[in-house]
């Protein structure tokens, strides 16, 4: 019988890739890059935890689940309080047993001195927990100018996947 579903129909697809239906398992970590924009808001930080917990599991990266969740969050929190009516962009990646969080916001930098030392101090005091986690993470962390073309600020961490010890 002829129909438009016969085998000869699939047999030959060119520009039309289809993903197996059992991909291997589990992915390789430094495959993890993954990023969304969020609304200013007290519940996007919320979102951020599930979001990268689920990439982090994914990933087979749950040795870091723990610090990274708690880091994204804190990240958020702080970027919704120096922008609370802007967007969020939050971006995971993994690369050489590390994964860096990066989190940029539309606050500007400021062009006056004083206020910008205002401004930085007001910031790092959002950034307290942050802090103190990555640093007892061995990690590393920064804050600075965003290079996007909208301007505003980039703040970040790198948390190597195997804990540094004394
Ligand atoms: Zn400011």
Do not use: K, N
Request: charged share 20%; proline share 10%.
């Amino acid at each position: 019988m002829l129909t438009p579903f016969s085998a000869p129909f699939f047999a030959t697809p060119t520009a039309c890739p289809v993903a197996p239906d059992h991909p291997a398992q589990p992915a390789p970590p430094d495959g993890l890059s993954c990023s969304m924009t969020l609304p200013a808001s007290a519940r996007s930080a919320g979102i951020a935890r599930q979001a990268v917990r689920a990439a982090l599991h994914a990933y087979a990266l749950d040795p870091l689940e723990a610090t990274a969740v708690q880091a994204a969050s804190e990240l958020m929190g702080s970027a919704w309080r120096m922008d609370p009516y802007g967007e969020l962009y939050l971006s995971l990646r993994h690369r050489d047993d590390a994964l860096r969080l990066i989190v940029y916001d539309g606050h500007p930098a400021h062009a006056q001195p004083r206020l910008a030392a205002l401004c930085e101090a007001r910031r790092r005091a959002t950034l307290r927990v942050f802090a103190a986690l990555v640093r007892d993470h061995g990690g590393e962390w920064g804050v600075g100018p965003s290079r996007e073309p909208g301007g505003g600020t980039r703040t970040w961490a790198t948390l190597p996947l195997r804990v540094r010890t004394a």
